[in-house]
């Protein structure tokens, strides 16, 4: 079975403009989470998603936004793309609304650098 | 709100000697704890979790991590390092969110230890 597939792998923007970013969950898999790693950090959690619906959001600005689409594959926005925006963002997929102990399976993330 | 703390940035071993990457949780209630491993250039791979029994957990790739109520810590730990386990490690805990009255999980992950396990 495939496992969390992101992409692209790489992008690099500049200043003020916007970006896209787009994973797919492994097959079965209802909820998305998205996290931002800053090199030498842990990653930070931005959203949660299930069944199409925003179920957590954490301490980022507007500019980041994200929807979930029927197929559960996920798009993450950042509009006015700022330099400390460069870093790994990494989609997370699992069966439920992490309730439980179900694990996060990662994605090998998108890095994104801001000139 | 919960948190993990991994103390040591770097830790090194020699191949075949065992190995411990260190980390301590806040919690309150039950931890829900994870460790995943990254190596470069890759995203974050599942390796045990604690949720609730024994405290000695086992996980992939021969790891297993031991999980102490008293010190509030939750060690991993391998018997015999080899040179592929060298990555970077990272402790996690389960953590809520509030939103919209319903709440959600999420998972707050320490700063990382970078092992290096030389030939």
């Known amino acids: 079975d495939a496992g969390v597939t992101q992409s692209p792998t790489h992008l690099i923007k500049t200043r003020g403009q916007h970006v896209t970013l787009r994973c797919s969950p492994i097959?079965?898999?209802?909820?998305v989470s998205w996290y931002q790693q800053v090199l030498g950090q842990g990653p930070q959690f931005i959203f949660q998603?299930?069944?199409?619906?925003?179920?957590g959001r954490g301490n980022f600005p507007d500019r980041f936004s994200a929807r979930q689409f029927p197929n559960y594959s996920s798009e993450l926005n950042v509009n006015a793309l700022l330099l400390g925006d460069s870093a790994l963002y990494l989609c997370?997929?699992?069966?439920?609304?992490?309730?439980?102990?179900?694990?996060?399976?990662f994605g090998d993330g998108t890095r994104l650098s801001i000139l | 709100a919960q948190s993990v703390a991994q103390p040591e940035d770097q830790v090194n071993v020699a191949e075949g000697n065992p190995l411990t990457v260190k980390c301590t949780y806040s919690v309150s209630g039950n931890p829900y704890l994870f460790w995943y491993v990254q190596y470069p250039n890759r995203g974050l791979q599942f390796l045990l979790k604690y949720i609730t029994g024994d405290n000695l957990v086992k996980g992939s790739y021969g790891f297993e991590a031991e999980f102490n109520k008293s010190q509030t810590s939750f060690h991993l730990k391998k018997p015999s390092a080899l040179v592929s386990d060298s990555a970077l490690y990272f402790c996690?805990?389960?953590?809520?969110?509030?939103?919209?009255?319903?709440?959600?999980?999420?998972?707050?992950f320490g700063k990382g230890t970078k092992l290096s396990v030389i030939p």
């Open positions: 097959s079965g898999h209802k909820s």
């Open positions: 997370a997929s699992s069966f439920g609304w992490l309730q439980s102990n179900q694990p996060q399976h």
């Open positions: 996690a805990v389960r953590d809520m969110v509030s939103y919209s009255g319903a709440g959600s999980y999420q998972l707050t």
């Open positions: 998603y299930y069944e199409k619906e925003e179920r």
